[in-house]
Nanobody
C-alpha cells in the first residue's frame, strides 16, 4: 500500500504561482510512475503531468506546457507540481497519483487507470 497526501493548494490571482506537494509513504518502491490530475466542477478528471521513475522523463497536457513543472525528490518521497502563470481555467481540485507501469512510454501516456493509489486532493482557485 502507498499513501499519498497533497498540500500547497490555495487561492491566487491570475498570473500567480503555486507549488503543490504530494508526500508518499508506505511501499513506495512498488511504484515507478507518478502523476498529477485535476478535476474542475462538472468536468472529467484530466491528467496534468506524469513523471517516470527518477524524474528523468516527464509529460504534460498541452494546456499546461511551459507553465507547469512536475518533479520529485526521491530522498523525501515527495512529488511536486510547480504551477506558474496560473489562469482561471486552472481552477480545480488537484490530485496526485502513483502506479507501476511496464516501461517509460506507458507512464508518459498514462490515464487514470494506470494509477493504483490516489491522494485526497488539494483545491486550487485562480481568480481573474
Amino acid at each position: 500500500q502507498v499513501q499519498l497526501v497533497e498540500s500547497g493548494g490555495g487561492s491566487v490571482q491570475a498570473g500567480g504561482s503555486l507549488r503543490l506537494s504530494c508526500a508518499a509513504s508506505g511501499y513506495t518502491d512498488s511504484t515507478n510512475c507518478m502523476g498529477w490530475f485535476r478535476q474542475a466542477p462538472g468536468k472529467e478528471r484530466e491528467r496534468v503531468a506524469a513523471i517516470y521513475s527518477g524524474g528523468g522523463w516527464t509529460d504534460y497536457a498541452d494546456s499546461v506546457k511551459g507553465r507547469f513543472t512536475i518533479s520529485q525528490d526521491n530522498a523525501k518521497n515527495t512529488l511536486y507540481l510547480q504551477m506558474n502563470n496560473l489562469k482561471p481555467e486552472d481552477t480545480a481540485m488537484y490530485y496526485c497519483a502513483a502506479g507501476r507501469t511496464i516501461g517509460r512510454s506507458s507512464c508518459l501516456s498514462s490515464t487514470q487507470k494506470t494509477y493504483a493509489y490516489w491522494g485526497q486532493g488539494t483545491q486550487v482557485i485562480v481568480s481573474s
